[in-house]
């Protein structure tokens, strides 16, 4: 009886040495990782919902070189809900900008500048200081800048041999 307890203990031994020598080679071969790091997941971006805001002042800029858009970019906004004293025209310092965008200064101001391209029939919205009145660090102004797409031969989205 001895004989059989003996070769049982002996056949466990083995076999635990065994599982163990296996468990330890994937180991350290790195195909068993005993604390996996989590792998980041990626949260979505917040989606801002257009909002249609009349009580922002309006600067309408023409940086093309196409003459009377930013005249009729400050009818179609006032054609929408602004007052007439709220949104102004002018000529921008360059006529070569590609794409209309909507300028905004805060990202509290992100919704209006987004009703605000989907007035003018769609727009770029980018936030930026560089359109906001240094006298007035906080006034309520949306700035939009036409571009080349708004004019009557908008370029080619393909180079010209």
């Known amino acids: ?5 003996v ?7 083995t ?10 080679t994937l180991l350290v071969t ?12 990626a949260t979505p971006l917040p989606v801002v919902t257009p909002v ?4 922002y002042a309006v600067l309408a800029l023409n940086a093309t070189p196409e003459q009377g858009l930013a005249t009729q970019m400050k009818d179609v906004v006032v054609a ?13 310092g360059s006529t ?8 905004y200064y805060l990202p509290a101001d992100e919704a209006a500048a987004a009703g605000l391209a989907g007035v003018i029939g769609g727009a770029k919205i980018v936030q930026s200081d ?9 006034a309520k102004q949306l700035v939009i800048v036409i571009g080349l797409d708004r004019t009557a031969n908008p370029p080619s989205a393909t180079p010209s041999p």
Do not use: K, N
Not at 1 to 5: A, E, I, K, S, Y
Not at 30 to 41: N, S
Not at 80 to 92: I, K
């Open 1 to 5: 009886m001895r004989g059989w307890v």
């Open 7 to 13: 070769l049982l203990w002996a056949i466990l031994a």
């Open 15 to 24: 076999v635990v040495l065994v599982a163990a020598g296996i468990f330890g």
């Open 30 to 41: 790195g195909r068993v990782v005993l604390f996996p790091t989590p792998t980041p997941t």
């Open 52 to 55: 249609v805001d009349p009580s």
């Open 80 to 92: 929408a809900g602004w007052a007439e004293d709220t949104v102004s025209a002018g000529e921008a």
């Open 96 to 103: 070569d900008f590609l794409e209309t965008t909507v300028y």
């Open 130 to 138: 560089a359109y906001q009145p240094v006298d007035d660090p906080e």
